[in-house]
Nanobody, 130 residues
Framework: QVQLVESGGGLVQAGGSLRLSCAAS?????????????MGWFRQAPGKEREFVAA?????????YYADSVKGRFTISRDNAKNTVYLQMNSLKPEDTAVYYC?????????????????WGQGTQVTVSS
C-alpha cells in the first residue's frame, strides 16, 4: 500500500509560480516496490472532469509526459532520496485553477488516463487570480 500526500498549493497571481510536492510513504512502502511505478499529476476544476497534467517514470526521471495545455510551463521531477515527486508550475493562468492530485500507477507506461492509476492523494488547491 502506498500513501501519497500533496503540498504546496495556494493562491498566486497570474504569471506567478508554485511548486507542488507529493511525498510517497506507506507501511509496505519500499524503493523496490515503487521504483517501477509511474507518478502522475492530475487536476480537477469545479464542475469539470479530472484531467491529466503530467507524468514521470520513477525509474527514469527523464521519461516524462505532459498535457498540451501545460507543456513549456510545468515541469515534473522526482527526488528518489526523498521519495517525492514535484510539479513546478510557471507562468500560471487563471484557467490553471483547480485541485491538484498526485497519483501512482504500477504500470510502467506513462498514461494520461485516471482509471489506470491505483493510488491517489487527497489533493491540494491551486488558485490563480487574474
Amino acid at each position: 500500500q502506498v500513501q501519497l500526500v500533496e503540498s504546496g498549493g495556494g493562491l498566486v497571481q497570474a504569471g506567478g509560480s508554485l511548486r507542488l510536492s507529493c511525498a510517497a510513504s506507506g507501511r509496505t512502502f519500499s524503493w523496490a516496490a515503487i521504483s517501477g511505478y509511474v507518478m502522475g499529476w492530475f487536476r480537477q476544476a469545479p464542475g469539470k472532469e479530472r484531467e491529466f497534467v503530467a507524468a514521470i517514470s520513477w525509474r527514469s526521471g527523464r521519461n516524462t509526459y505532459y498535457a498540451d495545455s501545460v507543456k513549456g510551463r510545468f515541469t515534473i521531477s522526482r527526488d528518489n532520496a526523498k521519495n517525492t515527486v514535484y510539479l513546478q508550475m510557471n507562468s500560471l493562468k487563471p484557467e490553471d485553477t483547480a485541485v491538484y492530485y498526485c497519483a501512482a500507477t504500477t504500470s510502467e507506461v506513462l498514461t494520461p488516463a485516471p482509471r489506470e492509476y491505483d493510488y491517489w492523494g487527497q489533493g491540494t488547491q491551486v488558485t490563480v487570480s487574474s
